[in-house]
Every structure is written in structure tokens, then in C-alpha cells.
């Protein structure tokens, strides 16, 4: 496959989520929004804007209310579970932030399960490359722990392993790193880096994070489930640039406020220089307004 192509591409999807019958929440609202091939897209956003909710559509966890959902080409949008379940096997990666290994299954059984459920390799084939990967990510020789008896850390790195088993078109995390330490989290982060560079995995990852969102090439910024452009971030700041304060009003009681410093000072006989100070420096405020 060729760089620059797309792997999702997400047309005006909404997402509505009914609480009851005349309840809802939109957690997302037309989103347009592609990722490449060789990308690391970063999510960002609020609590609530709608992360997580994209993550799951991207993935074809879920669906939209609106739009449509195309992953390599296909239009996903009204594919039965049957078809997406093989379709996710085949294509797609996921990591979360609880890493939903089987807890019953060693690393390498985790790792060697979406192999030997396509039927496309032998289990010895699936052992040997299981193996492999997890050599690749670090953990080579935790691969008869089951996830109880490895860190978070490292079970973040098996889930990584077990992402890349069937070299997916692109890997979806949603924070990654949300529930591991930091030294933990910025070996993930370098591993990413280096798949991504190294090996062109594309990644999703949605994060709160700012070391996290350090590594993408592109940050895509939701609010309140609307994707944020350029020009909606200058937007958003300038009215945020506005003051909702009456700046007159606080100018004014602050200056009776020195004055009465002043005297206080005078009549306790000391030093005027820290009022003096203050006066010029909302003088010079005051001046430059
Ligand atoms: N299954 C659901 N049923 C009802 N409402 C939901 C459901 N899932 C999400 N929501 C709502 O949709 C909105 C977006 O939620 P989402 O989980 O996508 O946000 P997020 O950006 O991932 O937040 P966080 O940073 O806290 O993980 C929120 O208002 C949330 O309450
Ligand atoms: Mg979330």
C-alpha cells in the first residue's frame, strides 16, 4: 500500500445518544475528518466532547446516528456484526486505556488470538510471530505472564503487540497512557514514535495528555462534539481575549484602594515605594488601554 492514502475517512457523522425518549445527548455533530496513511492523529478535547465516541465509530465499534464511515475505501456505515467482526480482526488495531487483555491467556496467547482467528496461520506460525512481537515491543521475556502478574505498563505493550498482530491499516488508542506511570507511559510513547516511523503505523490516539499529544502530526481538537477548526480556535480566542469583567469599575476601587494604603503607610511613617509601584504600574495599564 502506498503512503498518502486514506484509511478513515468520517463524512458529516453525528452521533446522538438517547437517555430516554425525549432525552439525548449529541456527542458528536458532522464531523468530516480523514486520517492518512503513515499518520499519528491526536484527538484532543474536553471531558465529554466526544473522544471516546469517535474512537468507537473510527473502529466500527459503534455506529453514527448520521453520516457515513469509510475505513480503507469501504463504507462501513451499514455493515452487519458478522462482516465487522472479521473486518476488525483483519484491519484494525485497538488499545484503551484498560487494556481488555483475557485474563485467563499468557501475553503471548493474548497476542497470538486475532492470528489464529483469521485462520490464516498455522499455530505455530501465530507462536513464532506472537513471540516476535512481543521482542519488538520490549516484553519478550514476560511472555508466559498473564496480564494479573504484569505492570500496567507492560500489559499496555502486549495490548500494543496484539494490535500489530494483523498488521492492521491503523491502530486506535483511546488514552493510552491514562492509567500507567509516567515513566511507563513515555516508553509507549517512544515505541509509537518509532513503529510509526520506522515501520509506518498509523495511529489514532485520543488523549488528554500533552506529552502524548507531542508525538502526533496532527491534532484534531473536538468541542462539545464538533470538530474545531483553524478558524474556530482564533475565534475562540478572541472572545475568550474579551473581558467580562468591568474593567472601569475595578480600575477605580483599586486606586481608592492604593490611596488608602497611602495614608495608612503615611501615618504608620513607612516606606511609600511598593504603593508608588503598584500606582505606575496600573497607570501604565491604564495608559496602554
Ligand atoms: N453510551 C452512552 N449513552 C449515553 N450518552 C453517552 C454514551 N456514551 C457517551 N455519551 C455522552 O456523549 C458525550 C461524549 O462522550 P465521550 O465518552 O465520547 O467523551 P470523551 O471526550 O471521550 O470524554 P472523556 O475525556 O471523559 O473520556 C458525553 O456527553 C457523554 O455523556
Ligand atoms: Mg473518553
Do not use: C, W
Not at 498473564?146 to 491502530?171: E, H, Y
Amino acid at each position: 500500500m502506498k503512503g498518502n492514502e486514506e484509511v478513515v475517512k468520517l463524512v458529516n457523522i453525528s452521533k446522538r445518544y438517547y437517555l430516554s425518549s425525549s432525552v439525548y445527548v449529541d456527542a458528536l455533530i458532522n464531523v468530516n475528518l480523514s486520517i492518512r496513511r503513515g499518520e499519528i492523529a491526536i484527538v484532543m478535547g474536553p471531558s465529554g466532547s466526544g473522544k471516546t465516541t469517535l474512537m468507537n465509530i473510527m473502529g466500527t465499534l459503534d455506529k453514527p446516528t448520521s453520516g457515513r464511515v469509510i475505513i480503507d475505501g469501504v463504507d462501513v456505515t451499514d455493515a452487519d456484526e458478522k462482516y465487522l467482526t472479521r473486518f476488525r480482526l483483519e484491519r484494525l488495531g485497538f488499545v484503551f486505556q484498560q487494556y481488555n487483555l483475557i485474563s485467563q491467556l499468557t501475553a503471548l496467547e493474548n497476542v497470538m488470538l486475532p492470528m489464529l482467528l483469521t485462520g490464516r496461520y498455522t499455530k505455530d506460525e501465530a507462536r513464532e510471530k506472537a513471540r516476535l512481537l512481543l521482542e519488538l515491543v520490549g516484553i519478550g521475556e514476560f511472555a508466559n505472564n498473564r496480564p494479573s502478574q504484569l505492570s500496567g505498563g507492560q500489559q499496555q505493550r502486549v495490548a500494543i503487540a496484539r494490535a500489530l498482530a494483523n498488521d492492521p491499516s491503523f491502530i486506535i488508542m483511546d488514552e493510552p497512557t491514562g492509567s500507567i506511570d509516567l515513566a511507563s507511559s513515555y516508553l509507549i510513547l517512544d515505541l509509537i514514535k518509532l513503529l510509526n516511523s520506522a515501520m509506518g503505523v498509523t495511529f489514532v490516539i485520543a488523549t488528554h495528555n500533552m506529552e502524548v499529544a507531542s508525538i502526533g502530526s496532527r491534532i484534531i481538537y473536538l468541542r462539545g462534539g464538533r470538530v474545531m477548526s483553524e478558524s474556530d480556535l482564533v475565534r475562540i480566542k478572541e472572545e475568550f481575549s474579551k473581558l467580562r469583567v468591568d474593567k472601569t469599575a475595578v480600575i477605580k476601587s483599586y486606586l481608592r484602594i492604593l490611596d488608602l494604603e497611602e495614608r495608612r503607610l503615611r501615618r504608620l511613617g513607612q516606606d511609600l515605594s511598593e504603593v508608588e509601584r503598584k500606582r505606575d504600574l496600573i497607570n501604565s495599564f491604564i495608559g496602554s488601554t
